[in-house]
């Protein structure tokens, strides 16, 4: 197996979680396998389908990593059914259900065929929002494959006729746009509200995307006032530098003018802003409730064949290397490379 293919597959071993409505910080290590294969990941699923449908976080865990043997993992079906598995999981639990819900998706990528597998399990509405149209969004091989295999394992989650949906044609898949809606803006600052009205969202989420928007802070203000009072923002994103994972902190060490050089003279990765787990939750404080917040220490790029992760650790040394304004802040925060959060809208934004 090469290296790519089991960083697609590396999972973090240790975890700090922070219980809902708790304010205390509660530790503990998870043991994670490094790496479960797609045959194995097939017979999970197959042995325990009432599982797949709500509650289980190893399996998707390795499912979102994993191209389950796509040479192109923009058609990997079982990935995208193990993403609206995590977001129906999360409905389950705190909205009661994904049925006639209104759900938003910043930067769903190269395909919307886990809409898709939303718009077959009975939302009202959903609102992808992107920077471009992939060349392979609607190729009909991401939404057949994802169909197939939520009807294998999860035959339950259709309440709505497929072809209500989507109709598949040879290789294009035509979505019923009055269901699922993609939205292209010119720039990353999305204006929320030019896709739909403040307080109309259940649901806003994203996957690997906050770590891109220029100002995630005002992002997270904008997400806000779509939401309606009651509704969940799920997000995980990836705190890493993004030019090296095997130095997951290297850009720490730049000052703001520096980092702002860098990027304009090497973008291959994106842009990338440094904004740390804590002032994620402070932003997040005035207006939301926290359900779920998990964050993730496990530099798994260096430990590709190793079962068990080095966490990283930030020490007094390597935080003194770091530009003066992360120096302020605790090593344990700088330690974090991923966030996972769910949190509930309380009251209203300004």
């Known amino acids: 197996m090469n290296k790519s293919s089991n960083l697609r597959n590396g999972l973090a071993a240790t975890a700090i979680v922070i219980a809902a409505g708790s304010a205390a910080w509660k530790t503990r290590d998870i043991l994670v396998e490094a790496y479960v294969s797609p045959k194995e990941v097939r017979a999970r699923l197959m042995k325990d389908p009432v599982r797949v449908e709500g509650h289980y976080t190893d399996v998707i865990s ?63 509405e959903y609102h992808g929002v992107e920077l471009y149209t992939d060349d392979v969004l609607f190729d009909a091989r991401s939404y057949r494959t994802a169909i197939e295999s939520a009807q294998a394992v999860s035959p339950r989650i259709f309440v709505r006729p497929i072809d209500e949906v989507i109709k598949i044609e040879g290789e294009r898949a035509d979505i019923n746009k009055e269901i699922i809606k993609f939205h292209v803006f010119d720039t990353p600052d999305y204006d929320l509200l030019k896709i739909s009205r403040a307080g109309s969202a259940d649901i806003v989420y994203s996957r690997s995307v906050l770590e891109h928007v220029e100002d995630p802070k005002k992002s997270l203000v904008d997400q806000c006032k779509l939401l309606k009072v009651g ?120």
């Open 62 to 124: 390795v499912l979102r990593q994993n191209d389950l043997e796509v040479s192109d993992n923009r058609y990997s079906g079982l990935s995208y059914t193990a993403v609206f598995n995590y977001i129906k999981e999360n409905a389950d639990r705190y909205l009661g259900g994904l049925n006639d819900k209104v759900v938003v998706e910043i930067g769903p990528g190269a395909s919307l065929a886990h809409a898709v597998l939303m718009g077959v399990a009975g939302i009202k």
């Open 231 to 350: 509704g969940i923002m799920i997000h995980d994103i990836d705190l890493r530098d993004h030019r090296d994972f095997t130095h997951p902190l290297e850009f720490l060490k730049y000052s703001q003018a520096e980092w702002e050089e860098v990027q304009n003279r090497n973008p291959v990765h994106g842009r990338q802003n440094r904004v740390r787990a804590s002032e994620y939750r402070t932003a997040l404080a005035d207006h939301f409730r926290v359900l779920r917040w998990v964050e993730n220490f496990s530099d798994y790029s260096r430990n590709l064949l190793r079962k068990n992760f080095t966490p990283v650790r930030v020490d007094e040394e390597t935080q003194r290397s770091f530009d003066p304004y992360f120096q302020e802040m605790s090593r344990e925060d700088l330690s974090v490379t991923n966030l996972s959060l769910v949190v509930r809208k309380v009251k209203e934004c300004n």
